[in-house]
């Protein structure tokens, strides 16, 4: 394996060759060990899981083996296979751990194993014939692993939060604290989010396995969820002064493609790819020069992301080509394209994009989708018969406290000439909305009105 | 995140060590390290080059251009292809290039790509490769 040595060709010493070398700051090191966790984290926690059959110690030695990567790679140089050494490491703390618990049970002799067979401890395994074989763990099995490490991530014991929390951490691989900084809150609530959904898993006795055939279809949709929920926190944020998070967001079309990767067959699985990809095509777009929101109608659509309109449209493909009917990421992902296609809000296809969200509504009814679809309406049949659907959620009460029943009603009630009821609709919604820069947008929409 | 070009760059002597490799080997050698990048969600765009020996340089040392057929005497490494992946930081970039597999020894320079928004956006030919970019998906 080779070793990194920094700087241009010819400019750097000879000091890291062969992965040795002098001191290294720790800074570097640090970033160095996040890169490594951030590829290798998935795989590492999930091997650790199965070897102990304990996801919660998996995810402890996990982490103690990143501490003590932290300490020795300064000194040592950084391994020539990071990830045979990291879990080297945190095997060696599994079998501690063991053997504390208790002396000779099965376990404990089914982990010394390999250690005890000459495995080096600080190194990888010791090279061998075929190329699969340096790696650290069994090729036949990780993928395995890696799902079933996200399902346990996303299991329907653990709240949202932890899910969250948990999913990027363990699978992802970011630190408590680039999750605190994500979700804008303080490392020790991140912290003991894990902590609990960890005691949570094994209070539940949930078994680090893939879920039963039976079970499948639900477990995978809670997964899906949780890659959607944060994806949404950084396309949307739900709070603070900045409207996109776009790391956030990468993070989870990250985690997507991954589980694209895993299970190829699933349309909605490439539905929610397809989704995020067509959202996130839009970033570029949606904020103005002051970090301020840009409605869809008046986005310079030449700066949507082109590439990613096209990875978008082939996961779409994918899901479509499954010949199963679109699900509601898919159909989210369906509406999306019609966007993305178009080239502005007038040669937008509002027909088609109504009977999406009319499908939409039966595969997975909300009032948040009503909502879409009557502005779908508003574009395709004008705001009269738009203002009717939104009119009969108002009446069923289904949205109260969001902001954005009353911010499309303004818009409606605007667009009618209704201007006394919609400026009071519009400043209603900017009373109702959490994001600052969401509600500068409804407050100039307000102030636009004409006097009455 | 960011995007990062991992370029091949091999001597003769190591391109040599490369040909004592079947072929279908270094498919299955490189497809391996290919699929990892896929199934990690980083890989943007790869491309290999063909034959070095099937190449030609234009050398603009003199007055006039100069075209001769490749191999090239003069260079000591040859540009071989690359890899664009996008990731969270220049470390993730070097932590991928070490996993490359060294198919007979060789080099693997990392740079970062810039997109075209850090350019002047008001330059007359930024507009236009970004119309361009736009026209063609390369943004």
């Known amino acids: 394996m080779p070793a990194a040595v920094d700087g241009p060709p010819g400019a750097g010493g000879s000091a890291a060759a062969g992965g040795g070398g002098g001191d290294r700051g720790a800074e570097p090191v640090r970033r160095a060990v996040e890169a490594v966790w951030r590829i290798e984290s998935a795989r590492i926690v999930s091997t650790l899981a199965r070897y102990t059959g304990d996801f919660a110690l998996a995810e402890d030695v996990a982490q103690e083996a990143i501490a003590e990567a932290l300490a020795s790679w300064p000194r040592a140089g950084i391994p020539a296979s990071p990830a045979g050494w990291l879990l080297t490491a945190a095997r060696r703390r599994a079998v501690d751990s063991f053997r504390r618990r208790s002396a000779l049970d099965e376990r404990y002799a089914l982990l010394a194993g390999p250690l005890v067979e000459g495995e080096a401890i600080s190194g990888a395994p010791a090279p061998r014939n075929r190329p699969e074989d340096d790696l650290p763990w069994d090729p036949d099995r990780v993928d395995d692993d890696v799902l079933a490490l996200m399902f346990m991530a996303c299991h329907q014991v653990l709240a949202p939060e932890a899910r969250v929390a948990l999913t990027l951490r363990a699978v992802g691989g970011l630190s408590s604290e680039e999750i605190a900084r994500a979700f804008l809150v303080p490392v020790p609530t991140v912290q003991a989010r894990i902590t609990r959904a960890k005691k949570t898993i094994a209070a539940a006795k949930v078994p680090f396995e893939l879920p039963p055939a039976e079970e499948r279809r639900t477990r995978l949709g809670g997964v899906l969820s949780v890659l959607y929920v944060i994806f949404t926190e950084g396309s949307t944020a739900t709070s603070g002064d900045s409207l996109l998070r776009p790391d956030l967001a990468h993070e989870a079309i990250r985690l997507a493609r991954m589980l694209a990767a895993l299970l190829p067959d699933e349309p909605e699985v490439h539905g929610l790819l397809a989704l995020c990809e067509l959202t996130a095509a839009r970033f570029p777009a949606r904020t103005g020069p002051d970090g301020e929101a840009v409605l869809l109608a008046d986005q310079d659509r030449r700066r949507w992301d082109r590439s990613a309109i096209r990875r978008g449209l082939a996961a779409l493909g994918r899901a479509t080509a499954a010949g199963r009917g679109l699900g509601p990421y898919g159909l989210q992902a369906a509406i999306a394209g019609c966007h993305s296609t178009a080239p502005s809000t007038a040669e937008t296809d509002w027909e088609r994009i109504v009977l999406l969200y009319e499908a939409l509504g039966r595969v997975a009814p909300s009032p948040v989708v009503e909502l879409n679809r009557a502005v779908a309406v508003a574009m395709a049949n004008g705001p009269q018969a738009a203002l009717a659907i939104v009119d009969e959620l108002v009446a069923t009460d289904r949205l109260a406290g969001s902001h954005l029943l009353p911010s499309v009603r303004g818009e409606l009630l605007a667009r009618l000439g209704r201007t006394e009821q919609a400026r009071a609709e519009l400043e209603l919604a900017a009373r109702q909305c959490r994001n600052l820069r969401e509600r500068a947008v409804l407050l100039r929409k307000a102030a636009a009105l004409p006097p009455a | ?139």
Request: overall charge negative; hydrophobic content about 40%.
């Open chain 2, 1 to 139: 995140m960011a995007k990062y070009m991992m370029i091949m760059r091999s001597t003769d002597e190591d391109l040599a060590k490369m040909a004592d490799i079947s072929f279908d080997e270094m498919l299955a050698i490189v497809g391996r390290f290919n699929e990892e990048l896929i199934q990690a969600g980083v890989l943007v765009a790869a491309e290999g080059l063909d034959d070095p020996a099937q190449g030609v340089v234009v050398d603009f040392s003199g007055e006039t251009p100069v075209v001769t057929d490749g191999p090239y005497g003069e260079t000591k490494e040859l540009f071989g292809g690359f890899y664009i992946i996008e990731v969270a930081s220049k470390e993730e970039a070097v932590e991928w290039a070490r996993r490359m597999p060294s198919l007979g020894g060789g080099k693997c320079e990392i740079r970062r790509v810039p997109s075209v928004d850090e350019f002047p956006q008001d330059n007359e030919w930024i507009a236009r490769e970004r119309a361009w970019r736009e026209r063609t998906g390369q943004l």
